[in-house]
């Protein structure tokens, strides 16, 4: 049982005006075996969260924790988070030039397990996971997610995912872009990877189609870098009803819901 | 309060270093360097069919004063008065900084020519001859007026010839160790006669300001490769025109790999004779901080059915590390069935680091089997570094994990086992000077 902890996270960015704060105190408990739905509107920090549980240079943590089994995050380099364990399935994979697919999850294996995979098993295993997430064989001679279209960037996340088998996966909005039938290959991907029993998720979204494969324990809803309302699946069903709109006036403060037309 | 690390402050940080002195982005102003006034001069067309102002003489063609946009029309000769001299206005010395070639270009080359040493195989014969040796000349006419200098300035050949049908049990090594800075000039001939099957390896080291002309002749059936590995002191300044002529039904494989040296240009070409031949021409360099390697390669389908294949990859590092490769291939009317592609990509792993790449196609005949060109400069950066290591890759793995597999192509096709190895050890070389 893992436990990755969120307390008070304030992060800001540098931009051309200035000092800008997108995270403005977040908290989040994560264990082992729950899924966390974060969802919210477009620039709400969603993706900022995700990007700096990962240790993206681009955000700054001003102050607040982020912590794994007590072990200090913030304090390890990118590498050494996703040894520890963290995995972030990205919004936008980029494309790595010169390096083949095969070459890139044997090391990356390598490196998160401090040992090179049994290469027997291991090609079994790459071969399996490809094809369950339907992706062509010959992609693992491809250079890293060079020529991928959008959803078979995704999907290659996912198998990234399925072979590391990280302590917390970050998802963010791993459904964004894809279609239905795309969005239904993902999503099993990640019920498998979460159904060893050995992963917490916290899965990022816009949306609330992709809830329909993936049920969340928890839902956080994300408004103007707040955690603003927080409950069951119950409350996505409520957002899928009524979207947003109703956090629009709190301006970061948890209201009441406001009357709509 | 957070503690990041100065590594992961540096990813993604933006660049605080200006662009290369005296390059526009485009990439077509001259450097000041070389540049009085300098006019601004275009990009030669990626592609473009030629008309027929390119059919006129071999030799003499471009005339002085008249630009010739044909590379059919570019002056060749021996004599070192027919080049004016360079401004670094004329468009195959419009990249390279003049002031650098310390002197190849206007001074007498009266330094001690780099050594040569061979070891080669038996049946392979060696010989050091004199200028009127008939053998000189039989393959190469300089195109520049560096080249011609050299020509002008060389004192004595080493002619290597591998004899007709020799199956040469391992490759010829020549070594050409340089140990000194006054400028000078050296002349090597390659034979492969009839049938016979060889590999040269021109293995340049040492500190040298030389201009080389290697002359290389492919008799008709032979196969040729020949290797020249440029692994020079950093103050080293080298131009090499190496001119090849391939026979009917030659195979000929040419390999350039420039890793040393301050100032490196190469400027190889193949010209075909007589049907049937084939070449593959391929490079392989990387520029460190201040370095210019530079490529021009030039491939004349003069006659019908012949095949070419080019493929050129550099990596750039370091603030001021340039990198030119300029590939000419021309179709003449003559050359049907002619099947062609050039390429070349670059890899920039750093900021302030320049690739000029600039592939030209001729196309005479529409008689072809093919001819194509490609050229690609890709950058390694900072969120390619963040997607590797979050998968837990260290940074300095995650940079040769890279440089590696996009060298490794032309590595590779070298079926030099002992060679292969050694370039290998060379790149890791260069990627562990990288990392500070």
Known sequence: MSTLEIKDLHVSIETEQGTKEILKGVSLTIKTGETHAIMGPNGSGKSTLASTIAGHPRYTVTSGSITLDGENVLEMSVDERARAGVFLAMQYPVEVPGVTMTNFLRTAKTAIDGEAPALRTWTKDVKAAMEQLRIDADFAQRNVNEGFSGGEKKRVEILQLELFKPKFAVLDETDSGLDVDALKVVSEGVNRAHATGNMGTLLITHYTRILRYIKPDFVHVFVDGKVVEEGGPELADRLEEEGYDRYAAGAGVAVAPAVQA | ?436
């Not at chain 2, 590995?229 to 030659?250: C, F, I, P, T, Y």
């Not at chain 2, 005479?364 to 997607?387: K, M, N, Q, V, W």
């Open chain 2, 1 to 436: 309060m957070t503690d990041i690390t100065t590594e992961k402050a540096r990813i993604g940080a933006p660049s605080a270093q200006p662009f290369i002195n005296g390059f526009t982005e485009e990439g077509e102003s001259l450097s000041p360097i070389n540049a009085g006034d300098a006019t601004t001069t275009t990009a030669a067309p990626a592609a473009g069919p030629l008309g027929g102002a390119s059919v006129k003489s071999h030799s003499h063609g471009g005339g002085v004063g008249v630009p010739d946009s044909s590379r059919a029309g570019r002056l060749t000769s021996y004599n070192l008065a027919d080049f004016k001299p360079l401004t670094g206005l004329e468009e195959d010395w419009r990249f390279t900084p003049l002031k650098r070639l310390r002197g190849l270009h206007n001074e007498a080359l009266t330094g001690a020519a780099p050594k040569v040493s061979v070891n080669a195989p038996e049946g392979v014969v060696v010989e050091t001859v004199g200028r009127d040796d008939k053998r000189v000349g039989t393959a190469a006419i300089p195109e520049d007026r560096v080249s011609a200098n050299g020509w002008e300035n060389f004192t004595e050949a080493t002619v290597i010839t591998v004899p007709a049908e020799l199956q040469a049990s391992s490759e010829v090594s020549v070594l050409i160790n340089g140990s000194g800075t006054e400028a000078s000039a050296q002349h090597i001939v390659i034979v492969a006669e009839r049938f016979s099957k060889s590999v040269v390896v021109l293995d340049h080291q040492g500190t040298a300001v030389v201009s080389e002309n290697v002359e290389i002749v492919v008799e008709d059936g032979a196969e040729l490769s020949v290797i020249s590995l440029q692994e020079w002191n950093d103050d080293a300044v080298h131009a090499s025109s190496q001119q090849a002529k391939l026979g009917r039904d030659a195979k000929f494989k040419h390999i350039v790999v420039s890793l040393g040296g301050d100032l490196v240009r190469v400027t190889p070409s193949t010209r075909f004779t007589a049907p049937g031949a084939e070449a593959e021409m391929l490079g392989l360099y990387y520029a460190d901080a201040g370095q210019h390697l530079e490529q021009r390669l030039f491939v004349d389908h003069a006659v019908a059915n012949c095949k070419s294949n080019v493929l050129y990859k550099g990596a750039l590092q370091g603030r001021n590390a340039h990198t030119v490769w300029v590939g000419d291939v021309l179709i003449r009317k003559e050359a049907e069935g002619t099947d062609t592609y050039e390429a070349n990509r670059n890899l920039v792993l750093t900021d302030g680091a320049r690739a000029d790449s600039v592939p030209n196609l001729e196309i005479e005949t529409g008689l072809i089997e093919g001819a194509g060109h490609a050229s690609a400069t890709g950058r390694f950066d900072d969120e390619h570094l963040f997607y590797l290591m979050a998968r837990g890759i260290p940074e300095d793995v995650a940079r040769r994990l890279v440089v590696r597999g996009f060298l490794n192509e032309i590595i590779q096709k070298i079926k030099v086992p002992a060679l292969e190895e050694r370039l290998t050890e060379a790149v890791e070389r260069e990627l562990a000077a990288s990392e500070h």
